[in-house]
């Protein structure tokens, strides 16, 4: 179960974790391409992973593990107890290009429900947590939401792609909104909506990675979480996902699912 | 002519500027539609534009000045001598609906040539300048721009709204480059740009205010500016306008203008 010891260590490894993303920066990478020259890694996002996964297994060897860049032994299959999912660089085509702009992520679970989340902006100094139950904090001060009532007085997060291609419908979306915004990081969109910036971040595809940590976060704020489709979302599996302000959450599944 | 008392006194301007909004964010802003909800006023539009342009006229009676918020006087039809081209809060969607990602921008010209140019990043406190001939500073700190050679070693920076209706055949420039990133702020693209983040910063329709700082700076760091079919830059004109690191403008330029 989560505690909070749990949580102080969570703090301190991000802390530690973050510094050397920081010092990284100053060095020379390692940067190899997975998918194709848009789709990164480098030696910090594996090492940040396997930091981080050393400690968990440290500490908490009956945990489960879901990372990213798979330094996590076992596969996860089935959600039932703790399960940490970890992000070690979000954006990671940022860090390499801009230096800037990217996110440590770590999302906790309990039987599949968020408990608590955590979102690093290294670049910052902002650690952004969010604990079921208890609420979500910007560096231990408390986040007061003022929540959207409607999509039309709001800016909305989401990839420039997506929108061009009008995938699951997302221009319906941006056409209602004042304007979209989009930052190359999950972490920092979800950031942005979960300090009122804007109203919604909305992705076509998203893995568990992506969207655990502020899928907990939001949760802790009581803000809506779903697929497009507005289905639940299940942290083994990759997916469309919205995370919205509580009151603008159904308006955004009807423009995205129109009946006609 | 531009000196460096007047460079001193523009920056201890902006300073003063920059807090006034910084404080302004904490209280409640009286805030207009100018064309629609997406196009808004705020009493500290007004404010900064009527600040700068006091100053200006007490200390250079005999300079033009152009604005956004036309708090500025007699409109400026020729560009010979002195011409102050000013915006005081680019970004104002932002600075409302964000109270963040906004600048204040500054370019000064002579006989219609750039010649220094001012953004100030305000939330996060970055005084960026550009003096032509001399170089370009973040906080007096001289900025090392690397030049992209390739915009498909790139991001670049653009609206979402231009890249779904492909203005000007901007998508051409989307589907080069490893990724797009938007921050409704000509202030915050530019500096992107400037700071090696991403290789370019293009749009459709920008207005003089929200091109001529920057036009300065890149001039003052060797980077290119043009409109998107390759013409000079008119500051008494609304126009599409392209930043761009300096060996990437010709690729950019020949994606735009297809010869077929």
Request: one cysteine or more.
């Amino acid at each position: 179960m989560f505690d909070y010891l749990m949580h102080h260590r969570i703090q301190m490894w991000l802390e530690q974790a973050a510094e050397e993303l920081q010092s990284a920066l100053n060095r020379d990478l390692i940067v190899e391409e997975k998918k194709d020259a848009s789709d990164l890694v480098t030696e910090m996002d594996k090492n940040t992973e396997k930091f981080l996964v050393g400690k968990i297994q440290h500490y908490y060897p009956d945990h489960k593990i879901i990372g990213e860049e798979g330094m996590t032994g076992e596969k996860v299959t089935d959600v039932s107890g703790m399960v940490w999912v970890i992000d070690p660089i979000d954006g990671t085509l940022n860090f390499v290009k801009q230096k800037n702009n990217f996110g440590i992520m770590v999302g906790l679970f309990y039987d599949g429900q968020p408990v608590a989340g955590y979102i690093y902006d290294v670049m910052n100094d902002h650690l952004f947590t969010g604990i079921v139950g208890e609420g979500a904090y910007l560096n231990n001060k408390p986040i007061e939401l003022e929540q959207y009532q409607a999509i039309n007085q709001s800016l909305v997060m989401g990839n420039v792609g997506m929108f061009i291609e009008n995938h699951m419908n997302t221009q319906a979306i941006f056409k209602e909104a004042l304007g979209a915004r989009s930052l190359g990081s999950a972490a920092l969109e979800v950031i942005s909506v979960i300090r009122g910036e804007a109203s919604i971040y909305i992705s076509h595809g998203l893995s568990p990675w992506d969207f655990a940590a502020g899928y907990a976060i939001c949760h802790a704020l009581d803000m809506k979480v779903t697929t497009l489709d507005n289905q639940p979302l299940n942290i083994l599996e990759r997916s469309s996902v919205i995370f919205a302000h509580k009151n603008v959450h159904q308006e955004a599944i009807n423009l995205l699912n129109p009946t006609e």
